[in-house]
């Protein structure tokens, strides 16, 4: 098939060159061109524009925020000036439901298809073709999107017909991950006041409740208290709360939780820990017990 | 070893046959005896009296709150009154840290040994000898404790030389699984509001990165809205976290999470959800969005 | 002095007819023209459109939410493409900080000044000239504005010479209140449960600690549960707690109270009770406490 | 009458004082007895016991926590011990429900009377005889007692049948008064970052719908940044938010801002702020908003 790819980040590359790997005629773009390097050496072919890379069937955005897909899209040139008819753009971006929505709205009035296909998982898992993809659209807008999913991950999960509910998963899995975050960081502080060691705390749950992916990187990266550099920085967790929060006062949906998360994070940005990791939440929990040695 | 038992509910029977099967002569003791005969057929000998139970070298608490276990250990013709001066008090119930740090003043002042030693797990897990155990008290009280733990349990924790911190990390580990609960629940209502099937989403975390026994275990009951009967009620629920803030609070160290989860708790209780399950926590969050459909 | 003024519901119709009463000449405009016919037999002069209202020294404006205000301002035919050069535009309507700030860009960029003067008072207050006027702007704008200021309230407060700093406090006083209405309606829940009679409660606080204008109307209106006609709207609330989180996320300032009081304004709002007045609160705080007797 | 009076603290001296004034007998006792001596010279007989302080028909108590009531009541050679029977003891201090309940089943055991009576007021009402008086008892108990509360204050405001509910609303007011505390913190924290004076967003809030002293005292000393010495300390605000919080859980309750109280004011002593006044809640406001100039 051939395939546009938009963004070249630690994700996309990953994403990119198992579309390759699996056979199809990648064109690749990204901002900074010599992120597209390495993948043509794979086979891809680099693009100098974003309306080049949508030359497709079918073309991806992996990129940061919604200001860059929004830009990338909607913007001159962008895929909605640029994608033939009929051919289908798959984000795979952390965006807004708002924006998703706006995505879907400007893509069938230029007889575009489009789906939301986000993804679970971190660079080592989209290099290893392990994601899961969580993927919302039409049904003959996704039909033959599956091979594709089958290249980047290793389990897609259809949610529903409306792209914007992949994008209301995802932001959730963020919620709950940063709900995590927040709770280990309070027994943390309430357990190791009283003497306990973190590390072996951290064991402790790893090993028995909470034997799971986030509890297991997160719990360790509280233990040793290792926010630097950070994997994905506090002032995007503020993003992605607000976010969430944004999209369950659309749907009319109180979130206690994630209420606390945006004023945590909040917090954390203000003092100027914008720029560690989002489990330095950790430091707030820990300043508040007034344990001043386990402060960041 | 010369073993008593106190206390053969769900979790008391499975760790007190271990420990017949384990080779010690273990006299068992229940409120209620007719929850003792299994235990004798398997070895064990029947205790009239809680004093009957404690001549031995080592005696185990394994009760369902505070109350019991001040009663049988601080009432007349209790533990304290009755274990012979070296023996040793195993107290395996999820008790406050108050009354943890009273019980072991208390077997000082006579003379007797006292360790905490609270697990992870259900009847399960007590049946299978696949406890966790989370063991605190003196080097020299612990360590011929030992081969009981492994009798019991797959694995064993010390977290400290004082009693009362195993009593503390056990009460975190509920304050992590209730905000599990919550976490979940909100992320539910949120989602299953933009028509994603409840089931579905909750398979998406439990096969990502939330694949952990919390999470598959009250994710799925809340999935299928299945609160009665209770494994664990909700009015126990608002207990832990009670006693989890409690602990907070002489420790000084702030838990805006488990506050929130007191009032959830009391919320359901006060509502008239008391005996349901804890994982009905959900039924406020779908309450709460107006969504009337899913509540209990 | 020549003034236009836009909006004439509950309040603007006695800010009107006060700067009429003061001598000057004022020309009204409102999308529904009948609401100008008293204000014309007083002296006013009705205009058809916003621009002719806008042949002035000095406009007003005085509407419902950003929607009303940025559609009058800065859609076609508005103030910012009508009002002469030289002229100033007054907001007074409760407005996000963000809109307040585009404003003053727009206004700037067409020659125009541009100030803020939000009010506090209900709208008899605002008839009896009693307001209190929140000004901010350059202080060559403001001056000559004072005795416009005079006409239509007890007093002025100069908070910024940044305009958008006044819609901050004004929007800081509604949050002031909801907090007020929450607690008040939580404490009510616990006293009237114990048998106390809510309305001798209120008469103490408002008799003591508490004798203040937002405690006597809102204490009042939660004893005698009077939520309906709505003084001020729940679904207004919710957005006013919203314009106060949005204004503390660009600040970076944490604010709790207002995170739960938008919690419990999107579950009244989920749940049916969007049109109740916002003190209907108190119902939520009454159904958790499962005081179905006091719920609306 | 002949009336024993019970605690000589700042408050109890003027109660004590005007009770001498309105030609009562009064036998005074203070733990430290040189507090005696002023009311001595005014008319008053010293007690070196508390049991020579009931001596009388009535004994009133104010003192400092439930620890002082209750070993002044309960303990050996106290109250419960000595009062005759038939004479009523009038609680003032402000204590928990939970021993306002205690101290009633004592007293009714011991065929003596009680009553609850806690104030509203601070010391100088207490001198001036302004203190309002939250009464509950048996009518037969209170109707002797109502000289005497029109000696020490300007109202009475009988709430109840039942002790114990006088102290629930005396609580209830202290709640009331943390929670406008942290709204003005967090209110003063947002405006003042946005460049607004303090001292005149107070004056703002107390000239319009604030204008209430609870608000124009800590208005004041928050805008003053003036947290020593502490009128009420901090440590005292995080007792009485307890109390608020155990009676909520006692009447099945929550109380979602009396929780989020008690994290920040045990935030406050946690990081060494319990000797501050309890206005100092400003200061976690103004510090995690990053405003480090305006911390304490």
Same sequence: chains 1, 2, 3, 4.
């Avoid at 010599?34 to 043509?40: F, G, N």
């Avoid at 860059?68 to 971006?93: F, K, M, Q, R, Y």
Wanted: glycine content about 8%; charged content about 15%; hydrophobic content about 50%.
């Amino acid at each position: 098939m051939d395939i546009g790819f938009i963004g070249l980040g630690n994700m996309g590359q990953g994403m990119a060159a198992n579309l390759v790997g699996a056979g199809h005629r990648v064109t690749v773009y990204n901002r900074s061109p010599d992120k597209a390097e390495a993948l043509v050496q794979r086979g891809a072919t680099a693009a100098r524009t974003v309306a080049e890379a949508c030359r497709a069937e079918v073309v991806f955005t992996m990129l940061a925020d919604d200001r860059a897909v929004e830009a990338v899209t909607l913007g001159p040139d962008g895929i909605a000036a640029s994608l033939p008819a009929g051919s289908t753009h798959v984000s795979s971006s952390t965006i807004s439901v708002a924006l998703s929505e706006r995505l879907a709205a400007a893509h069938a009035e230029a007889g575009q298809r489009y789906a939301s296909a986000p993804v679970f998982g971190r660079p080592e898992a989209a290099s290893a073709a392990k994601l899961f993809v969580i993927a919302a659209g039409a049904p003959e807008v996704l039909q033959p999107l599956s091979p594709l999913f089958d290249a980047i991950g290793q389990r897609t999960f259809v949610v529903s017909e409306q792209p914007p509910t992949a994008n209301l998963v995802k932001l959730s899995g963020n919620f709950l991950l940063a709900s995590a975050i927040e709770t280990i960081s309070e027994a943390v502080a309430l357990v190791s006041k009283a003497g306990v060691d973190r590390q072996q705390y951290v064991d402790i749950l790893t090993s028995t409740l909470f034997a799971a992916p986030a509890y297991q990187t997160y719990g360790g990266l509280i233990a040793r208290q290792e926010f630097e550099p950070a994997g994905f920085a506090a002032s995007l967790g503020l993003k992605d709360v607000r976010l969430v929060l944004a999209a369950g006062e659309q749907l009319q949906v109180p979130l206690p939780v994630a209420s606390l998360l945006r004023d945590r994070f909040l917090t954390l940005v203000a003092t100027g820990g914008g720029h560690l990791d989002w489990s330095a939440l950790a430091t707030l929990a820990a300043r508040d017990a007034g344990d001043s040695d386990h402060s960041a």
